[in-house]
């Protein structure tokens, strides 16, 4: 006799479409949201952390006022998994486009991105994001 193996694959098959349902809205979800947003001032990602995320890692508060003294404008990027890369090579692609990148400056490009993961770490980011 199974003693109620049946019950138990079924159970299990039942949470596992569960899941796969949840996970595929959540997908949806996601997917609504542009991959990048317009330039906005980067007062509004100052005082969205500040605000709204009073208890969110006190690093992403530091990175935001770091790049208020250094920045006037920012764009949000649809976080999902890929938003550190299509950031950086959003940014990367707009300063080319408009000509502000001079070309003996290219090689050091290469070095930049290879570091600038471990660089916004230090500010709060995960790594494994």
């Not at 098959?13 to 317009?38: P, R």
């Not at 950031?87 to 990148?101: D, I, M, N, T």
Request: proline share 3%; net charge negative; glycine share 6%.
């Amino acid at each position: 006799s199974n003693m109620g193996g049946d019950d138990d694959d079924n159970e299990q098959q039942k949470l596992h479409n569960q899941q796969a349902a949840q996970l595929a809205a959540i997908e949806q979800e996601v997917k609504k949201q542009d991959l990048t947003s317009s330039l906005l001032p980067i007062q509004h990602l100052v005082d969205y952390y500040k605000n709204h995320l009073p208890d969110a890692t006190p690093g992403f508060l530091q990175g935001a006022n770091y790049l208020g003294s250094n920045y006037t404008h920012f764009r949000r990027v649809r976080g999902d998994g890929n938003c550190y890369y299509r950031a950086l090579l959003y940014s990367l692609c707009e300063v080319c486009l408009k000509g502000q990148a001079p070309k003996e400056k290219f090689s050091a490009l290469k070095d930049f991105i290879t570091t600038s993961l471990k660089h916004v770490c230090q500010f709060g980011y995960d790594e494994n994001a």
